[in-house]
C-alpha cells in the first residue's frame, strides 16, 4: 500500500504511521524525523532546516521535495510506504504525483486524522519523543515502562523544541493556510479517508486497518 498520513500537528500522524508502518511491513517516512535526526547530526541540511522548524514554519518545499524523492527510490518502498508530514502543501502534491507517475505508481489512500486544536494544544503539552529512535510518548496517555526511557530502543525521552504552547499555535496557523488544502485536493482525486483522531489509538488503528484491507479489496488480492 502506498498512503500519505494528513492531519495537523499532534493528530497522531507518527503515531499511526509507527504502528502501520510495522502491521503492513512498510517504511515510515516522516520528514520531520528526517529533519530532526539532521539537526541532531549538524548536516548542511539540518542547520538549512532548523531555523524554520524551531520558528514553526514550514522548511522550503525544494529542500523538502528533494529528500522525499530520494527516498522513495530506495529498495524498500517497492513494497509501499507510509508518508507522514509529507505532502505539506500543493506544490508538494503535485511534485508527489509526478513522481510517481514517473515510476508508474499511485497513491492508494490519503488518511486524515481530524482532531480539534485544543485537543492538539493539550496533547503537545505532555508529548516526549526518543532523541533515538523518534518514538512518540505521551506522560499522561501513553507513558513509557519506565520514565524517561523508549520502551524499543532505551533511547532518552526528550521534549521537542517546537512544542512550546506558542510554536504548536503557529504550527496550527500554518497547518491551517497550507496544508489544510490538501484534504480538498486527495478528495477530488476519490482518495481521501476521514478519521476521528480523538479516539484511542487502538480503536484508530483497527478503523484504519478496515478501511485499507477494504480498498485491498476492491483493487487486488492481498497487501502489497
Ligand atoms: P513533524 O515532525 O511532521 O510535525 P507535525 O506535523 O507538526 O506533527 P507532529 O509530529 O507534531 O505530530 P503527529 O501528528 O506526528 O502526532 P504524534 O503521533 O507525535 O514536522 C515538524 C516540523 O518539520 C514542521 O513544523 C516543519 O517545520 C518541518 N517539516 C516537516 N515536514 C515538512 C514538509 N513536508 N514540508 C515543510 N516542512 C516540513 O502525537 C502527538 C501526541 O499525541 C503524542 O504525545 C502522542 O502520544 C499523543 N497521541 C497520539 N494519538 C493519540 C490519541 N489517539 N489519543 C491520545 N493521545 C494521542
Ligand atoms: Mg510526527
Redesign the pocket.
Known amino acids: 500500500m502506498r498512503i500519505v498520513l494528513l ?10 504511521a509507527g504502528v502501520l508502518s510495522k502491521k503492513l511491513d512498510i517504511p515510515h517516512i ?4 528526517i ?2 535526526a539532521n539537526i541532531q547530526n549538524g548536516t548542511e541540511l539540518g542547520l538549512k ?1 532548523k531555523e ?2 524551531d520558528s ?4 522550503p ?1 525544494d529542500l ?1 521535495i528533494n529528500i522525499v524523492k530520494d527516498r522513495l527510490l530506495k529498495r524498500d518502498c517497492q513494497k509501499g510506504f507510509i508518508l ?6 500543493i506544490p ?1 502534491a503535485e511534485s508527489l504525483d509526478n513522481e510517481l507517475n514517473g515510476l508508474g505508481i499511485k497513491l492508494d489512500a490519503a488518511i486524515n ?1 481530524e482532531v480539534p486544536d485544543e485537543v492538539i494544544v493539550n ?2 503539552k ?4 526518543c532523541g533515538k529512535c523518534g518514538k ?3 506522560i499522561h ?2 507513558k513509557p515502562k519506565q520514565e524517561g526511557v523508549c520502551d524499543v530502543c532505551g533511547g532518552p525521552l526528550l521534549i ?1 523544541d ?1 512544542d512550546k504552547e506558542e510554536t504548536v499555535r503557529e ?1 496550527l496557523r ?1 497547518y491551517y493556510k497550507n496544508t489544510e488544502p490538501l484534504i480538498g485536493y486527495y478528495d477530488s482525486k476519490g482518495i481521501l479517508y476521514n478519521f476521528d ?5 487502538g480503536v ?1 488503528t483497527g478503523e484504519i486497518i478496515d478501511k485499507l484491507e477494504q480498498i485491498r479489496k476492491d483493487r487486488t488480492g492481498g497487501f502489497e
Open positions: 492531519g495537523a500537528p499532534g493528530a497522531g500522524k507518527g503515531t499511526q516522516s520528514t520531520g524525523d529533519f530532526r532546516a524554520f522548524i514553526g514554519k514550514l522548511v518545499d523538502t507522514d508530514g509529507f505532502p505539506r502543501t508538494q486524522l496533547r503537545m505532555g508529548r516526549r519523543v512518540p510518548y505521551n496517555t501513553l521537542r517546537d504550527r500554518v483522531g480523538t479516539k484511542d489509538i484508530t
